[in-house]
């Protein structure tokens, strides 16, 4: 099996997704901002605070070489990671892409209901961040649309809707 990396805006669900749709096809997975700290053993928060976007960028395309080279694998990818370099093009030359396409208000619900800090999100106000995800939507669909499937996601509040997602995408995807 080509690895199978999902991508999309932030809180579109990519690790829920990934990490169950891993489980049920028996391989690993691997999120990508996880795998950032845990090489450089800092958080994702940290390496922007101390290094700045434009380094953080550098780091996360040198680790997304790492683990696209590995065989068998479900990746889920940043939010940004398939805007920068060449990155799209090139997961879609080694893995099977799936954008992960939700609504600014499910995407603003999921980052509510998350406990990770976002530095690019961080102090916010409501009407501030549902502006902010539009116009980054639109920045980044262009890219997100390079992927070989694009996957409605809806709003993911309880175990039964993640495995249904799962289900339909594998449905979707043949995967
Ligand atoms: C980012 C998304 C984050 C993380 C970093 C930047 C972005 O990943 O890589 O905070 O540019 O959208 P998630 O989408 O996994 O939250």
Redesign the pocket.
Known sequence: MKSVVLLG???AG??TIGHALAKEIGVRFY???WYIEMRFHKT?AQI?EERGEDA?REM?RNMLHEVAEFENVVI?C????PCFFDNMDYMNSLCETIYLKASPDVLAAHLRMGR?V???IAGKTEEELAAYIREMLRQREPFYSKAKYIFDVDLLNSREKVAESVRLLREATGI
């Open positions: 805006y932030m809180g990519k690790t999120d990508l901002d994702v922007f953080f996360e889920s940043g939010g940004g990671t990770v976002r530095p690019l």
